[in-house]
């Protein structure tokens, strides 16, 4: 498919899991790519392999929890490229905690760079964005959607906001711009993220990774980075251009039982007796 000829994206989080995923489905479909993210070691191998692949890609070493460089990103991003015609705000981390395990600093991190930095990024570059008739594609999470493990309620309910304020995006579009805000939200995906509390035996969270397991009907639970990609990148093409405001799932099905326990707590289901 050839779906992104002749147009520009930004990802942000690129040079890792679902970023770099993303960035390379959009080059293999002709797109120019400019890259985000603060691990500056990845992003110029990422940006280095682009290169190889005869991308027209740039590489933008910033820390998104500071917002006041987000005029001039978009700026250089502009000069480089010339105009944009998606945003894919994906960068994130993962702040763990239960209600009583939460503290003010790191709280402020999770929201500055899995919120604040979507909604301002959003900000600088819908002026560009509306020139193009462009897209907005926010990572969200299904723990924003639906309740996961406890672990997660601080990541989750921010995750949460930040699956709103597509909303409030794709209704500003409608009414003003005409660009699409969607987002998707994944399940357990393998990534840099998931490595240690979904999939690392010596920090023994096995559980957690069993009890997705269990609970999904489709491919075990665990979601492909290029799977949530081939999404994110669809609701960002012309394929997707009816659609707007939308929070796609992407979990394998996990979120159509609604308690994870349930198989657990059942021997037998009804219809099994
Ligand atoms: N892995 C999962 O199971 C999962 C599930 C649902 C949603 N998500 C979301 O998917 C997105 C991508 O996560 P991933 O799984 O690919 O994780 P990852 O850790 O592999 O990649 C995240 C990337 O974002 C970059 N980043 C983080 N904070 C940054 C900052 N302040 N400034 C610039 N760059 C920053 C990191 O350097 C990294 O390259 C995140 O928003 C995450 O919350 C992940």
Redesign the pocket.
Known sequence: MSRFVNKVALV??A?????RAISRKLAQEGCAVAL????TE?LADEFEFLKSKNVKVSAHD????DVSQFKELIENVIKEHGQLDALFN?????GAGKIGELDSESFDELVA??LKSPIFLTQAAMPFLSKTKGAIVN?S??SGTTTFPLLLTAYGTVKGGLAHFTKYAAAHGFKHSGVRANAIA????R????EDIYFDEEVGNLEMQKCVRNAAPVGGGIID?EDVAATAVFLASDDAKSITGQILTIDGGRGVIPDEAFMTKLSKPYWMK
């Open positions: 942000t989080g040079a890792s899991g679902v970023g985000i993210d603060r691990n990845s910033i820390d998104l929890a994906n960068a994130g981390i993962l760079v899995n990572t999470s299904a994944p399940g357990v995906i990534t840099g993220m998931t980075a």
